[in-house]
């Protein structure tokens, strides 16, 4: 289509190269209209980009640990492949691209992973379209979903009638919406092997499909060959975690007078961590302050969570924020530097707060260095700020909680929805850790917002942690908060002293 401009968007920058190349490139070469696509000489083309004579352009690139890169691209159509993988905080800035644009199509792709995977999230609010076939033999209709008929329709001799045992001609079925009034609006399609002419036309691929419903993992066979959820992401905490870490004798109330002032006496250092909201999802983001008070053996004791469901600018925030550092006597505030942290930070110091009692923390994705590391000023970046590893530090939180080194106040004063917000605790159950493939060899952990989730509260916790531990250089000895303990005869079997003279042989 003439000026129609296109967006593909993956998860890692080898996903977009691979599809640029491998795949589009190819399909234009071999066009019944290559001459008019390819040899007429006006295309323009590069890895992230093609533009065709017709002004169409096809833009290409990718969003892991940011979306930020696709800012200045203005797009008709946004494609997100291998949506599984993608921060679900992301999409509201790739498809801000189509803003300008009369079309505004949008369009997922990818394999499910688990129930609060975004693509499952994605389908669930889509027309839920499965493919049904109806046996020759006894009419019975195969859906070909887990939930129902898929898992029986996959037999040894192709596929079979999940009552009858016929075998099924996959290709004389059709599509069914699950929600048909969503067909126009927001379709989704579900695609496992079983129904694909690739896998059930050829007896070599139907019997490695077949044979990998009994020799491969569950939740593998599940993700990659049925297209379906599975549960395997590793949830941080439980809810059980979170009520036995409830042992203070206090409630979490929203009073910051001599309560709170008589409370905050009993702690040496008290510090307030912030997570400012109201940038990621849309709806699902509030301001979060934890008041935490640290004890010299290394505890930490959670005085106060309040979310700001109010969205009345940052002016109300920092103001809030600075009666709750006062009431609190607090020695360091640790705060979400990213995003609109910056402007959120000036107004404080404009307000004199001291430069000195605030420590700037923001999050980048897996690294290789210490877990929290100092980015002096540079001709980017006027203020320095702490780096600080997303799934150490957020991992780490997670075993302080269970392990009591972090303690919070009775359960039910913290576990209390404010009309459609879930409660603080229920943030910290919104986030697990997942495996993303790089390539076919490595893998990394990242740490996954739940869709539709709030996690402030929890960041509320690990922004205020941090300011304290990076400031007294003493973290947590969690070993030491489990029981586990070397004796000096393990060290000694541990580390044996060797005869070394036969290095010199």
């Known amino acids: 289509m003439p000026y129609f401009s296109s967006l593909y968007v993956a998860p890692l920058y080898i996903q977009t190269t691979r599809f640029s190349t491998l795949v589009l490139r190819p399909m234009l070469r071999n066009s019944p209209i290559r001459t008019i696509l390819v040899d007429s000489g006006k295309v323009l083309d590069s890895v992230l980009q093609i533009k065709l004579p017709n002004g169409a352009v096809q833009h290409f690139s990718f969003a892991f640990h940011d979306a930020e890169r696709v800012r200045s691209i203005s797009a008709d159509q946004t494609d997100i492949d291998e949506v599984q993988d993608i921060n679900p905080d992301f999409l509201d800035v790739i498809e801000a691209t189509m803003d300008a644009s009369d079309w505004g199509v949008r369009r997922y792709f990818g394999t499910p992973k688990t129930s609060d995977n975004l693509i499952q999230t994605l389908f669930d609010d ?37 009552h009858c045992g016929k075998l099924l001609d996959p290709s004389t079925g059709h599509y069914e919406h699950e929600r048909p009034k969503l067909r126009t609006t927001f379709a989704g399609y579900h695609i496992p092997q079983a129904i694909m002419p690739l896998h059930y036309e050829n007896p070599d691929k139907w019997y490695e499909l077949y044979v990998a419903k009994t020799k491969m993992a569950p939740y593998r066979f599940l993700n990659e060959k049925c297209g379906e959820s599975c549960d395997s992401m590793a949830t941080l905490l439980s809810r059980a975690d979170l009520e036995a870490a409830s042992v203070l004798p206090w409630k979490n109330t929203d009073d910051d007078g001599d309560t709170l002032r008589d409370l905050a006496k009993k702690y040496p250092q008290l510090t307030l961590g912030v997570d400012w909201g109201g940038y990621g999802a849309k709806g699902i983001s509030y301001t979060v302050f934890a008041l935490l008070g640290h004890l010299p053996d290394g505890k930490i004791d959670v005085l106060r969570l309040r979310r700001l469901v109010r969205t009345a600018g940052n002016d109300y925030e920092v103001k809030r924020v600075i009666e709750m550092a006062s009431a609190g006597r607090i020695y360091r505030l640790g705060h979400d530097y990213g995003g609109a942290g910056g402007t959120r930070e000036t107004l404080l110091l404009h307000a004199g707060f001291p430069i000195e009692g605030i420590v700037p923390l923001a999050y980048v994705g897996n690294t290789t260095q210490e877990m929290v590391t100092y980015q002096a000023p540079n001709e980017r970046v006027a203020r320095g700020y702490y780096r600080v590893d997303k799934v150490r530090a957020v991992s780490l939180i997670a075993e302080c909680i269970k392990r009591g080194v972090i303690r919070f106040p009775e359960f039910a004063s913290w576990n209390i929805r404010e009309a459609e917000v879930q409660s603080l605790a229920d943030d910290f159950l919104a986030v697990a850790a997942d495996h993303v493939e790089l390539d076919r060899s490595s893998n990394i952990v990242v740490i996954r917002k739940k869709p539709k989730r709030c996690d402030d509260a929890l ?41 070394t003279d036969w290095w010199s042989v």
């Open 126 to 162: 889509s027309s839920g379209a499965e493919w049904v076939t109806q046996c020759s033999g006894c009419k019975r209709d195969n859906i070909a979903t887990v939930r129902h008929h898929l898992m029986d329709m996959i037999q040894e001799k192709g596929p079979s009638c999940y």
């Open 459 to 499: 960041h509320a916790v690990v922004y205020g942690a941090l300011a304290h531990w990076q400031t007294a250089q003493r973290y947590p000895d969690v070993a030491m908060a489990a029981g586990i303990l070397i004796t000096p005869q393990q060290q000694e079997q541990l580390s044996p002293l060797y005869d």
